[in-house]
C-alpha cells in the first residue's frame, strides 16, 4: 500500500501578539487625581486589535476609546488594575494580555479647625481627598480621651460636632484616621471647635 500524494503543502506561521502597556513595569503612580493615558503597544507580523478592560466600574466607564491602542482614563480608587488585551484579526484570533497597576499617591488634607455653628462655612469636619480610601474610618476623642465620634466606613458622613444629637462644647479634639490601605499611614491630630 503506498502513500497518498496530495502535493506539496504550503504551512503558515503566524507569531503569537505580545501586548505591553507603557515601559512595561507593573504599576505606575499618579500625583494626583486627574485623567491620564495609558498607551499600549502590540507586535504581531499580523494585524492586531485592542482593547482595554478595568474590573472598576468607575474606571472601566472612564475609558475614553478602548478599541485604541492608546486612551485616557480616571480612577477614584487608590489602586485599580487595567488590563490590555491584543488580539490578532486573522482566524486564528490568537491573544495576548498586559495589565497596569495604576496607584494615587493622595496626600490627605485635615484642617485644624472648623466651625459647626450653622452659616453654611465649615459647618462639618470635611477630610479633604479621604473618598479615595474606600474603608477607612474617623474617630474624634474629647480631651478626657472618651470617643465623641466614629464614622462607618469610607466616612459617609463626616463629623457634624455633636454627640448623640447634641452639641458639643467649644474645645480641642483628637481625631484618629485609619485609611485600612497597605502602604498609606494612618493619622491623627489635634483639631479645634469652634462654635
Same mark, same amino acid.
Given at each position: 500500500?503506498?502513500?497518498?500524494?496530495?502535493?506539496?503543502?504550503? $504551512?503558515?506561521?503566524?507569531?503569537? @501578539?505580545?501586548?505591553? #502597556?507603557?515601559?512595561?513595569?507593573? *504599576?505606575?503612580?499618579?500625583?494626583? @487625581?486627574?485623567?491620564?493615558?495609558?498607551?499600549? *503597544? =502590540? &507586535?504581531?507580523?499580523?494585524?492586531?486589535?485592542?482593547?482595554?478592560?478595568?474590573?472598576?466600574?468607575?474606571?472601566?466607564? &472612564?475609558?475614553?476609546?478602548?478599541?485604541?491602542?492608546?486612551?485616557?482614563?480616571?480612577?477614584?480608587?487608590?489602586?485599580?488594575?487595567?488590563?490590555?488585551?491584543?488580539?490578532?484579526?486573522?482566524?486564528?484570533?490568537?491573544?495576548?494580555?498586559?495589565?497596569?497597576?495604576? #496607584?494615587?499617591? +493622595?496626600?490627605? +488634607? $485635615?484642617?485644624? *479647625?472648623?466651625?459647626?455653628?450653622?452659616? =453654611?462655612?465649615?459647618?462639618?469636619?470635611? +477630610?479633604?481627598?479621604?473618598? !479615595?480610601?474606600?474603608?477607612? *474610618?474617623?474617630? #474624634?476623642?474629647?480631651?478626657?480621651?472618651?470617643?465623641?465620634?466614629?464614622?462607618?466606613?469610607?466616612?459617609?458622613?463626616?463629623?457634624? =460636632?455633636?454627640?448623640?444629637?447634641?452639641?458639643?462644647?467649644?474645645?480641642?479634639?483628637? !481625631?484618629? #484616621?485609619?485609611?485600612?490601605?497597605?502602604?498609606?499611614?494612618?493619622? &491623627?491630630?489635634?483639631?479645634?471647635?469652634?462654635?
Amino acid at each position: 500500500m503506498s502513500a497518498l500524494d496530495l502535493g506539496p503543502a504550503e $504551512v503558515q506561521v503566524v507569531g503569537k @501578539p505580545v501586548a505591553l #502597556i507603557g515601559n512595561g513595569e507593573p *504599576t505606575f503612580e499618579l500625583v494626583e @487625581p486627574k485623567p491620564f493615558t495609558l498607551d499600549g *503597544t =502590540g &507586535s504581531s507580523p499580523s494585524s492586531i486589535s485592542f482593547a482595554w478592560f478595568s474590573d472598576d466600574d468607575f474606571a472601566n466607564k &472612564s475609558i475614553t476609546d478602548a478599541f485604541s491602542s492608546s486612551t485616557q482614563a480616571m480612577v477614584q480608587a487608590i489602586k485599580t488594575k487595567f488590563r490590555l488585551f491584543v488580539t490578532l484579526t486573522s482566524p486564528l484570533a490568537c491573544r495576548d494580555t498586559a495589565e497596569v497597576e495604576v #496607584i494615587q499617591n +493622595i496626600r490627605l +488634607i $485635615v484642617p485644624n *479647625t472648623f466651625t459647626p455653628n450653622g452659616d =453654611g462655612n465649615h459647618d462639618i469636619f470635611e +477630610i479633604f481627598n479621604l473618598q !479615595y480610601f474606600k474603608n477607612a *474610618t474617623v474617630e #474624634i476623642f474629647n480631651q478626657w480621651g472618651e470617643r465623641v465620634f466614629k464614622s462607618e466606613p469610607g466616612y459617609p458622613t463626616p463629623w457634624d =460636632g455633636k454627640r448623640g444629637g447634641q452639641d458639643l462644647a467649644e474645645s480641642t479634639y483628637y !481625631y484618629m #484616621i485609619d485609611l485600612k490601605e497597605k502602604g498609606f499611614n494612618n493619622q &491623627s491630630g489635634y483639631l479645634t471647635l469652634v462654635r
